[in-house]
């Protein structure tokens, strides 16, 4: 029995970003993910990943994370603590983000973040074959220098 890592990518991301890295303690972020605009590296998975027992997209059209606080670390490196919401449920999620400059545009921040959550956690019980319950979440984005 084989092991199948199946990606999914947020086409349509509404966000907003107030960074300043002499005063990271006045950051905060926004993100709204349309869960329609889903696309997967294993199609074949689509149906099952929107469908009532993981996504239910049809009920529930967003996924939402508001920052609560940036707590820095050093090095450009920052704990971002804020709400996930998912699936209606709303639980405590901390992304470990790394903030550098662009290399394209000296304006620009390069922003990394990742966490791990369980889905279990927003209800998203049922056992599917196959379909661990910890997921990994990795954002990538740009943001102004302010």
């Known amino acids: 029995m084989g092991l199948t890592v199946v990606k999914a990518k947020f086409n349509q991301v509404q966000s907003t970003m107030q960074f300043d890295a002499k005063a990271p303690q006045n950051a ?3 993100l ?3 869960v329609e605009s889903l696309s997967f590296s294993k199609p074949l998975f689509k149906h099952m990943i929107l469908g009532e027992d993981l996504f239910y997209v049809e009920k529930y059209k967003t996924v939402i994370f508001k920052s609560i606080q940036f707590k820095e670390l050093g090095n450009g490196k920052y704990n971002v603590l804020g709400h996930l919401t998912l699936r209606g449920v709303t639980k405590p999620v901390i ?3 790394t ?3 662009s290399m394209s545009n000296t304006n620009l921040l390069d922003v990394q973040a990742s966490a791990v959550i369980n889905r ?4 998203m019980k049922k056992g599917i074959a196959g379909v661990g319950d910890k997921v990994n979440l990795h954002l990538s984005g740009q ?3 302010n």
């Open 28 to 30: 905060s972020t926004h």
């Open 120 to 123: 279990r956690d927003f209800g």
């Open 32 to 34: 709204v993910m349309d």
């Open 143 to 145: 943001c102004e220098m």
């Open 95 to 97: 992304f470990e983000t």
């Open 99 to 101: 903030f550098k400059p």
